[in-house]
């Protein structure tokens, strides 16, 4: 599972964000399968070739909404990415595996430490 912490929420989101542009712009199935409106996918489409120029993707980041970032990865303030985490588990995941972006992976590692995540 994707995850961008970091206590500055936009930095995280918008970290995020240019990933879930691309695996929506290019691989549209990904967005299908998690519940991503049909028209936002078709917009992105339209936005993005392949392969995707920098302009592209940084053009098409402005069509994804902070809630669709969070719908597909684990991203956002410490507590938004452990929430996130914990609906996955809540529904079954026995192993979450986080990926990190960002410069900072022990922050991320210290937010999900022992006794600041509980199962």
Avoid: N
């Amino acid at each position: 599972m994707v995850c961008s912490l970091d206590e500055d929420r936009d930095v995280a989101l918008d970290r995020a964000r240019e990933l879930v542009t691309q695996y929506l712009g290019q691989q549209p199935h990904i967005g299908k399968a998690s519940g991503v409106d049909q028209s936002l996918l078709d917009e992105i489409g339209r936005v993005l070739t392949w392969p995707a120029s920098e302009e592209e993707i940084r053009s098409a980041m402005k069509l994804v909404p902070d809630d669709v970032v969070q719908m597909i990865t684990a991203s956002g303030t410490p507590d938004e990415c452990r929430a996130k985490v914990r609906e996955y588990v809540e529904a079954g995941c026995t192993c979450p595996i986080l990926y990190p972006l960002g410069d900072d992976v022990f922050a991320m590692i210290d937010a999900f430490a022992e006794g600041k995540f509980r199962w």
